[in-house]
């Protein structure tokens, strides 16, 4: 129904900030809560942030609370997550999901993307 492709991966420094994309295909993207969680190397895929499809409501992890922000642009088919003062501990591979609502578990988004590397050195 929706294919989705995470963009903006990379590699900085702790205490830089990065910005991601997810582009989603088709005609229905607002129909759609979106959500990014992550995945290191060992780890359980961990919940990051969620929003609605109007994009009046959006939830975190607290491992992110105050840190990063998501938001969505309807006409441009694309969520963000914008990241501010990273950790090493956020490193890991971020995915972008699509669902029909802001729930903060896996199984709850049949829609997944390939998922972008972030990296945060000392």
């Known amino acids: 129904q929706v294919q989705l492709v995470e963009s903006g991966g990379g590699l900085v420094q702790a205490g830089d900030s990065l910005r991601l994309s997810c582009a989603a295909s088709?005609?229905?993207?607002?129909?759609?809560?979106m959500g990014w969680f992550r995945q290191a190397p060992g780890k359980e895929r961990e919940f990051v942030a969620t929003?609605?499809?109007?994009?009046?409501?959006?939830a975190y992890g607290d491992s992110v609370k105050g840190r990063f922000t998501i938001s969505r642009d309807n006409a441009k088919n694309t969520v963000y997550l914008q990241m501010n003062s990273l950790k090493i501990e956020d490193t890991a591979a971020y995915y972008c999901?699509?669902?029909?609502?802001?729930?903060?578990?896996?199984?709850?988004?049949?829609?997944w993307g390939q998922g972008t590397q972030v990296t945060v050195s000392s």
């Open positions: 929003i609605s499809q109007s994009g009046g409501y959006t």
């Open positions: 999901a699509a669902g029909l609502s802001t729930v903060r578990i896996t199984a709850q988004y049949p829609h």
């Open positions: 088709g005609r229905t993207f607002s129909r759609y809560a």
